[in-house]
């Protein structure tokens, strides 16, 4: 058997929040809980003493107390956690009050701006006055088309600490994106940017803004932050709304004061990628993101006030929405708004030593590239604080593991972690008790009842199935907002086996308690009735050095489907015979015959969504001639038409 990549050394294991957890829930309830496993499985078997020693353990404020943990109907989502409580989510937040750095805000072209966790509060307390005097309330909403800055968490935490419901979308949406977006929500406040930086290029938004602004018909106030365009005035927006400047509606200082809402209040809306149709609009519970967080980040992730966190994310991510909430652990957060790769590659590992940062966040996609650019960390750049990776947004590769021991850090804990927008957390994370194994995630989160189910809905073990999670959780959304009778709700996520959780991932659970992720079920490929996750072949073709990126779809064909892999190539490549068929070898060398595609074409762009995710069923869709319904959702929707009309499809 191959050893795994990393293995925590025994101090480093009980220096850990996880460890400490561990010993004190076995104290207090007088359990033998010996390991990671046993603490798992009496998280899931007594999820009313586990939700509750997260409340106890982080200290979670309810201004009225609940009148039990959980009431639970009949079957999934029907269930109340904490009925009776209220809290505040911001109030977790800006806990800490010192003059130590909450936010470290860095722009592309080299700007700097901190802020104290006592400066942020002053802000918040600011721009919370100005927002109720606009009429902001319980149950407002307050969008923001915003980077990824300071002033868009003022806003949010702002806007929560009033009891307001929260959505954010960041500047690259295209114009009909953002209106299918905040239009269907109605946003009393809108918090925009005049313009952003990207790859060199500085981008005024006065014209899109204008756009969206003649569909928002709802908006009473409009809150410009200049950034990137400081020649902003409030009469360049074409809105019947009140318009003002960020630096003239507020000025911070007093302390904020925090509304209390139910557990299950709005508090996010967050939206699916909408490339089949209008985005679904998610709402996310206050308590259920508060306790989710709390766990992921004090836990799983092991951070603390001491720590430096950072995620490369936009503010149309939802991991910007879990980066935040590091807040509440007294951690220092670090933002950044561009490319990472302006001005080279090195950009985000340069920030790792220039800010200290101990829990660096990115995609699994960065990571492979970086290793494609040829950009060697350990050998330029100390890393010195550096104690976690984590990786999202698609399955880490295998090669990617190997990567980042050998020429990142090896005493890091690489943690490949999955869960999604739908839940705003995870349901795989990091442990950092664990060993790291080549390929995996590394565990089940706490308080998760996940499973892997084969077609039948039978439980299986190292076999791939349906990742699903059979019993309820906080952060179960509270539903889809205007669905009536929670239809399209239920249907999203229940429809497959009523009563239990189906997130849409293909995985497979191993030996050591982890899980692979093969891709996302409705992309799974199918040919000859064989079920093959799109990742299987991914993993095989990042092999290939004159390959940058791939996608794979199944075609129909003649009465079956066959396996069709798209390649971008590097500069100067083609694709020839010889290099067809050193990719085809390689897939068959490590998978099956049946993964080897039928077809391989070259493209010179692939189409992903905003977060960076590719699209196999927009393509499908495309090379099927049907239709694409939101090419808005997309980063790049210009990139479809290269995949349609393809005469080499037609043989």
């Not at 989502?77 to 800006?94: C, Q, R, S, Y």
């Not at 829990?359 to 604080?385: C, D, I, M, W």
């Not at 299986?460 to 349906?466: L, P, T």
């Not at 499908?620 to 995949?643: C, I, S, Y």
Request: glycine share 8%.
């Amino acid at each position: 058997m191959n050893p795994p990549l990393w293995t925590p050394s025994p101090e480093r294991v009980a220096a850990t929040r996880m460890d400490a957890f561990r010993r004190k829930v076995a104290q207090e309830h007088g359990l033998d809980l010996p390991d990671y496993a046993a603490l798992h499985a009496w998280s899931v078997a007594e999820r009313e003493a586990f939700w509750l020693a997260i409340v106890d353990t982080f200290g979670v404020q309810f201004h009225e107390a609940p009148t039990a943990v959980l009431e639970e109907g009949p079957e999934m989502p029907d269930a109340h956690w904490f009925p009776g409580a209220t809290l505040n989510f911001a109030e977790h937040l800006l806990r800490r009050r010192d003059h130590k750095p909450a936010l470290i805000a860095i722009s592309e072209d080299e700007q700097r701006e901190v802020l104290s966790h006592a400066d942020l509060a002053a802000h918040v307390a600011g721009l919370q006055r100005a927002l109720r005097e606009a009429g902001v309330g319980v149950g407002d909403r307050v969008a923001a088309f915003m980077p990824n800055t300071w002033q868009t968490v003022v806003g949010m935490l702002a806007t929560t600490s009033l009891g307001a419901t929260w959505s954010s979308c960041s500047p690259d949406f295209g114009t009909h994106g953002v209106i299918d977006r905040f239009g269907q929500i109605e946003p009393k406040v809108l918090i925009a940017c005049a313009g952003y930086r990207y790859a060199g290029k500085t981008l005024d938004l006065t014209a899109k803004l204008n756009e969206i602004l003649s569909q928002l018909h709802s908006l009473e106030q409009l809150l410009i932050v200049p950034y990137a365009h400081p020649e902003a005035r409030p009469a360049d927006y074409l809105t019947l709304a009140r318009v003002d400047l960020w630096q003239d509606f507020y000025q911070p200082g007093g302390e904020p004061v925090f509304t209390p809402v139910p557990f299950d209040h709005p508090l996010y809306i967050l939206y699916s990628s909408g490339t089949t149709g209008v985005p679904k609009c998610i709402v996310h519970g206050t308590g259920g993101v508060l306790l989710q967080h709390l766990k992921e980040h004090g836990l799983h992730a092991d951070l603390g006030a001491n720590d430096t966190l950072f995620y490369y994310t936009t503010c149309g991510w939802m991991m910007w929405n879990w980066l935040v909430s590091g807040l509440a652990q007294g951690a220092s957060l670090v933002l950044y708004d561009g490319s990472p790769f302006h001005p080279g590659p090195e950009r985000l590992i340069d920030l790792i030593d220039a800010e200290g940062i101990s829990v660096f966040g990115t995609s699994a996609k960065y990571v492979s590239a970086l290793e494609k650019a040829n950009v060697r960390p350990r050998q330029t750049h100390s890393l010195e604080r550096l104690k976690t990776l984590l990786t999202t947004g698609s399955p880490l590769l295998h090669e990617s593991f190997d990567y980042v021991y050998r020429d990142v850090k090896p005493d890091l804990c690489l943690s490949s972690i999955s869960g999604g927008t739908d839940i705003v957390s995870c349901f795989a994370l990091g442990n950092p008790t664990a060993p790291v194994w080549r390929g995996e995630l590394q565990c089940k989160g706490l308080g998760m009842a996940v499973e892997v189910w084969d077609e039948a809905g039978k439980p299986v073990h190292g076999e791939k199935g349906e990742l699903v999670c059979v019993r309820h959780f906080p952060s179960i959304p509270v539903g889809f907002w205007n669905d009536e009778n929670n239809e399209k709700f239920l249907d999203a996520y229940f429809a497959t086996f009523p009563g239990v959780w189906a997130h849409g991932d293909y995985a497979e659970e191993t030996e050591h308690g982890g899980l692979v992720i093969h891709g996302r079920s409705d992309a799974v490929l199918n040919p000859g009735g064989v079920r093959i996750g799109t990742a299987e072949i991914y993993r095989q073709v990042e092999k290939i050095e004159q390959v940058l990126e791939s996608i794979a779809i199944g075609q129909e064909w003649q009465g079956d489907v066959r396996v069709v892999l798209f390649v971008r190539l590097r500069e100067g490549v083609a694709l020839d015979e010889a290099l067809q068929e050193r990719i085809r070898q390689t897939i068959r060398a490590n998978t099956t015959p049946r993964h080897v595609p039928a077809k391989i074409l070259e493209v010179a762009d692939i189409p992903r969504t905003l977060s960076g995710k590719i699209v196999e069923l927009a393509v499908r869709n495309v090379v099927h001639g049907r239709p694409v319904k939101n090419t808005d959702a997309l980063a790049n929707p210009q990139a479809l038409e290269l995949f349609r009309d393809r005469k080499e499809l037609e043989s």
